[in-house]
């Protein structure tokens, strides 16, 4: 495969992607909370995993990239994907897929309080 032809599959992959619980689980916070966004800023512990916020509790800027507006069945808005920047340059050649695990993750993310926490799995794409 030529470069062009591999950067178009690369172009046509999605960048995130949610996993069926994942999405069912973001159905019933939507109903709690209202509109959705996640951010991934990097670093240890739950700071490499996904959090769900409310729609705009978490500040983005220029240090930011928006990945993503997943759609989620049952659910109107799409639900916007953040990562900080410094963390996109790391992970820019894979395909993030978010799902869920059991387990306590941070309290700040919404999901904190059922037991379970999202978890991103991840895919190299364009090789």
Known sequence: MDEDSARA???EVPRVELTRAAAELLL???EAH???MF???GGCCDGSAPMCYPAGEFRTGGSDVLLAELDVPGVEEPVTFWMSRS????WSHTRLIVDVVQGRGSGFS???PEGVRFLIRSRVVGA
């Open 110 to 112: 919404l999901e904190a």
């Open 87 to 90: 963390q996109y340059a790391v």
């Open 9 to 11: 599959v690369y172009d």
């Open 34 to 36: 209202g509109p959705l």
């Open 39 to 41: 951010h991934q800023s």
């Open 28 to 30: 019933r916070l939507r």
